[in-house]
């Protein structure tokens, strides 16, 4: 069974910094995929940032692009993404999960974290 755990989240003030952090479980990390998605109180799930499976290749939403940037250390079967310049629209829960290939598409992830709360105040 795939276990994602992450952590990083908190309170940080507007123009602030946080890393969040994605742990996963098994031997075969580095064959998937992996993305960050964020779900807002009373909206959808939204994508926010994806990573092929040896890091070579990344995809950010527009509202996020140049501000957050997502990476990989498959020897630490984890994934992460930094977030600089937050706004108070980044709050959110942000999930971490794993998917074949990568994809801006929520449908493509089979495997999803608990979540971990971001929440930036003006």
């Known amino acids: 069974q795939v276990q994602l755990v992450e952590s990083g989240g908190g309170l940080v003030q507007a123009g602030g910094s946080l890393r969040l952090s994605c742990a996963a479980s098994g031997r075969t990390f580095s064959i998937y995929a992996m993305g960050w998605f964020r779900q807002a109180p009373g909206k959808e799930r939204e994508f926010v940032a994806a990573i092929s499976a040896n890091g070579g290749t990344t995809l950010h939403a527009d509202s996020v692009k140049g501000r957050f940037t997502i990476s990989r250390e498959n020897a630490k079967n984890t994934v992460y993404l930094q977030m600089n310049v937050l706004k108070p629209e980044d709050t959110a829960v942000y999930y971490c999960?794993?998917?074949?290939?990568?994809?801006?598409?929520?449908?493509?992830?089979?495997?999803w974290g608990q979540g971990t709360q971001v929440t930036v105040s003006s």
């Open positions: 999960a794993r998917a074949n290939r990568m994809s801006v598409l929520r449908t493509d992830y089979n495997y």
